[in-house]
């Protein structure tokens, strides 16, 4: 079966600063992986996708991703830091044995940005 | 451009009535739909998803069934509500190659 691990319930990081949000994943063939954020009371928002090619994937609001397969790794990064990036994120994976084309989701990672 | 729509926003309901939440899609043409709930404001769960026009596939059993009368519609009822009914549920839409697509969410509680 397909499965994502975010290992990190909550990340806390300086305006300005670089940021990492952690993803690994186990899939059976090649991964098809994505990124999302979630504001309180929302739905989920697409950052990005890897499905092949390079591995550092680029996004939106400056969001990039870097697919390592030797680490089976999909960590999501953003070089400086906004207080409005503060949200939930959410790495997925598309479950390739089952039917449906469905995603399988993270726990989520609880971003904070602070001044 | 393909949308989402998800209602109500938000709901209260008290134990043992009835639900029904709708979902359309506009845009596309044969989409991958979903139900999922989210509780704590943390992980989803995949409820239900239907790949077609009557068909449905339930993920986990529950308390709550789900249909498709149209191509772009999607419904997720309940004959009886539970307490643990309540959550943050998220339809989406998808298709083969593409990403999923979410609606804003119902926040329903049951008391």
């Known amino acids: 079966a397909q499965s994502v691990a975010q290992p990190e319930d909550q990340v806390n990081v300086a305006e300005g600063n670089p940021l990492t949000v952690k993803c690994t994943y186990s899939?059976?063939?090649?991964?098809?992986l994505f990124w999302y954020v979630q504001y309180p009371n929302r739905g989920l928002q697409f950052l990005l996708k890897y499905i092949t090619g390079d591995n550092l994937v680029k996004g939106s609001y400056g969001f990039e991703a870097e697919f390592n397969k030797s680490q089976t790794s999909f960590h999501l990064k953003k070089p400086s830091a906004l207080v409005s990036d503060s949200a939930l994120y959410f790495c997925?994976?598309?479950?390739?044995?089952?039917?449906?084309?469905?995603?399988?989701f993270g726990t989520g990672t609880q971003l904070k940005v602070e001044l | 451009s393909q949308t989402i729509h998800q209602w109500p926003a938000t709901l209260v309901q008290p134990v043992g009535s009835p639900l029904s939440l709708e979902c359309t899609v506009e845009g596309t043409s044969n989409p991958n739909l979903y139900w999922y709930r989210q509780a704590a404001g943390r992980g989803l769960q995949l409820l239900f998803y239907?790949?077609?026009?009557?068909?449905i596939s339930s993920e986990v059993p529950q308390n709550l069934s789900a249909s498709r009368p149209q191509d772009r519609q999607f419904i997720l009822s309940s004959k009886k509500l539970l307490l643990s009914d309540s959550g943050f549920y998220l339809c989406a839409w998808k298709t083969q190659n593409t990403e999923a697509f979410f609606g804003q969410g119902t926040r329903l509680t049951v008391v």
């Open positions: 899939v059976s063939g090649n991964p098809y």
């Open positions: 239907s790949v077609g026009i009557g068909q």
């Open positions: 997925a994976v598309r479950d390739q044995e089952g039917g449906g084309n469905k995603l399988t």
